[in-house]
């Protein structure tokens, strides 16, 4: 029997983490992120990191496991997460796999076959995807951004600058790092940059909706309403 697992995906802004922390504290579950910028440690208000006391309890993998500017892919991603769930497995916890880099969760529901890694293992996976309209996603995302700048997102581009990380570097994650550094080098206004990236994230939703329809063996869930309750009810038939 294959070992069973849950996968969380959706759109940004969608409430992915607190799903995931809440299936977590119902199932005996365990959290692997699957985000490609939260693995970075520092980067922590501009990648919507969970913070500590928001887990409720609940342990979180694959977060803050590689310093700034260093090299990481979607196939050191794989490893991990195949180790990380055996070890979670293991010790009689559902691993529940949640994140936004459709790519890294992919590469793990699907098992990707890279060159040089002819074995993976084979999971029995639930996957849940959370796609609200967009009218309804839109005003989350603003206002999710002008949190996260009240929070001190700019400060902590700033303090990875100041710290020796490269403006390139920060530039190459796009998005809210991307803009961060435009408006700290002085090419934007502050008005410019919450108009620039704020278009771009929900230009980023859009194209994850995109992605994530392409998704097979998954369930779409679009009523926000009911979305824990939805995902209560697939993973109790699941298991």
Do not use: C
Request: aromatic residues 10%; neutral net charge.
């Amino acid at each position: 029997m294959k070992p069973k697992i849950i996968s969380v995906v959706g759109l940004t802004a969608s409430g992915k983490t607190g799903i995931g922390i809440k299936l977590a504290k119902l199932f005996n579950g365990e959290v692997i992120s699957a985000d490609s910028r939260q693995v970075y440690r520092g980067l922590d208000l501009g990648t919507g990191k969970v913070k500590p006391e928001e887990t409720d309890g609940i342990s979180h993998h694959l977060i803050d496991i590689v310093n700034p500017g260093d090299k990481f892919d979607v196939f050191k991603f794989q490893q991990l997460a195949f180790a990380t769930i055996e070890d979670v497995i293991k010790r009689g916890k559902l691993p529940i796999i949640v994140g936004g880099t459709g790519l890294y969760s992919r590469a793990v529901v699907e098992g990707y076959q890279f060159q040089g890694n002819d074995e993976k293992p084979e999971y029995d996976v639930l996957q849940i995807a959370l796609m609200p309209p967009k009218d309804w996603i839109k005003p989350k995302i603003k206002k999710r951004l002008e949190e996260r700048i009240e929070q001190g997102m700019v400060e902590e581009t700033k303090n990875l600058l100041a710290q020796g990380v490269s403006d390139e570097w920060l530039r190459s994650l796009g998005l809210e790092y991307f803009w961060n550094t435009e408006l700290i080098d002085g090419k934007i206004t502050m008005d410019e940059y919450k108009y620039w990236l704020y278009t771009k994230i929900t230009q980023f939703a859009k194209r994850q909706r995109t992605w994530f329809k392409r998704e097979q063996n998954t369930h779409f869930l679009e009523n926000y309403d009911t979305f824990l309750d939805d995902s209560i009810k697939l993973v109790k038939e699941f298991l």
